[in-house]
């Protein structure tokens, strides 16, 4: 999955419960994304980070909060606001911002259900 | 809206034909594509991508058409193998935003 790493594969929330999923890449890319998936459905922007310590909301980021400290890390949180959390979560990385001269490199993704 | 769409959800194609999978897009300042593939249970995978200022683009087995003119895109695959057997995701990065938008997917099924 060139490179970056989520976990947990498979990861399971109760009611009003918030949870981290993980990506960490040792591509040393500036840019990192959080997409979602639904089944039958492309894949929509949460957050994407194109620099340490700076993130900017994508179409859906209601209900979820990311940070970026270290370069290799782009956690995501789901909250507890995020009353459809079921879904797949793809982490996927650049080296820079995608101006089509940058590949779009992906992780293998996190299943996220609710108990 | 924007949007980037496939006209087919299924696409089910016999071991050795070729498939020919395709894309619809919306937005005249889109100047990159890309076609993904991804397979159950992983993340997408880059197979081939085409710039606006081209009309064709051949990889191995695979080859991209874009036709501004009608904002179509399609990926057709040669002799097409039982590995093929995937989601086909096409995605379009529009001019000067750095984010890609990507079109619901056709799943591509290669019947031995």
């Known amino acids: 999955d060139g490179g970056i790493t989520q976990s947990p594969k498979y990861l399971f929330r109760k009611e009003g419960q918030n949870v981290t999923l993980s990506c960490e890449q040792n591509l040393n890319h500036d840019a990192m994304y959080w997409y979602r998936q639904d089944p039958g459905q492309g894949l929509r922007l949460i957050y994407y980070s194109q620099i340490v310590n700076d993130f900017q909301k994508g179409d859906i980021a209601e209900g979820y909060s990311v940070s970026r400290e270290k370069k290799e890390s782009f956690p995501l949180t789901v909250t507890s606001a995020q009353k459809n959390p079921t879904a797949f979560y793809l982490c996927?990385?650049?080296?820079?911002?995608?101006?089509?001269?940058?590949?779009?490199?992906f992780g293998s993704g996190t299943q996220l259900s609710v108990l | 809206g924007e949007s980037v769409g496939l006209h087919l959800p299924t696409l089910s194609v016999q071991e050795g034909d070729n498939s020919i999978i395709n894309c619809a897009y919306s937005?005249?300042?889109?100047?990159?594509f890309i076609w993904y593939k991804q397979e159950s249970g992983k993340g997408p995978q880059f197979i081939i991508d085409?710039?606006?200022?081209?009309d064709k683009r051949q990889g191995q087995r695979v080859t991209v058409l874009l036709n501004k003119t009608v904002k179509h895109l399609s990926l057709q695959i040669a002799a097409t193998q039982p590995g093929d057997s995937a989601v086909y995701f096409c995605?379009?990065?529009?001019?000067?935003?750095?984010?890609?938008?990507f079109g619901q997917g056709t799943t591509l099924q290669v019947k031995p």
């Open positions: 085409i710039r606006s200022n081209m």
């Open positions: 937005n005249s300042a889109s100047d990159y």
């Open positions: 995605a379009e990065i529009m001019r000067n935003t750095g984010k890609l938008i």
């Open positions: 996927a990385s650049s080296a820079g911002i995608l101006t089509g001269n940058e590949k779009l490199f």
